[in-house]
């Protein structure tokens, strides 16, 4: 079963996470199939770009996000700047 969910990257107490596509069983920084968007929360406020297209394509395939990028998604388009 594929999983949408975050994996830790940056350095020693400055993280930021990838948000990727991947099999459930992975393990938390293993292989992905794909990058969907980054999740920044050091930054103020903490800074959220996904491209929601694909988001809504792996959902429609059968991804399953998890807690913390379910709630991702419905923060986003409230951060994302009006054009």
Same mark, same amino acid.
Request: charge should be positive; glycine fraction near 4%; proline fraction near 9%.
């Given at each position: 079963?594929?999983?949408?969910?975050?994996? !830790?990257?940056?350095?020693?107490?400055?993280?930021?996470?990838?948000?990727?596509?991947?099999?459930?069983?992975?393990? !938390?920084?293993? *292989?992905?199939?794909?990058?969907?968007?980054?999740?920044?929360?050091?930054t103020?406020?903490?800074?959220?770009?996904?491209?929601?297209?694909?988001?809504?394509?792996?959902?429609?395939?059968?991804?399953?996000?998890?807690?913390?990028?379910?709630?991702?998604?419905?923060?986003?388009?409230?951060?994302?700047?009006? *054009?």
């Open positions: 079963m594929l999983r949408i969910r975050l994996t !830790r990257m940056g350095a020693k107490k400055k993280p930021f996470y990838r948000v990727v596509v991947t099999e459930q069983r992975q393990a !938390r920084d293993g *292989s992905f199939v794909e990058i969907v968007g980054h999740y920044n929360p050091v103020n406020p903490p800074a959220i770009e996904l491209d929601m297209e694909r988001v809504r394509h792996w959902i429609a395939c059968g991804a399953q996000p998890s807690e913390t990028v379910r709630s991702l998604i419905k923060k986003a388009p409230a951060q994302t700047p009006a *054009s």
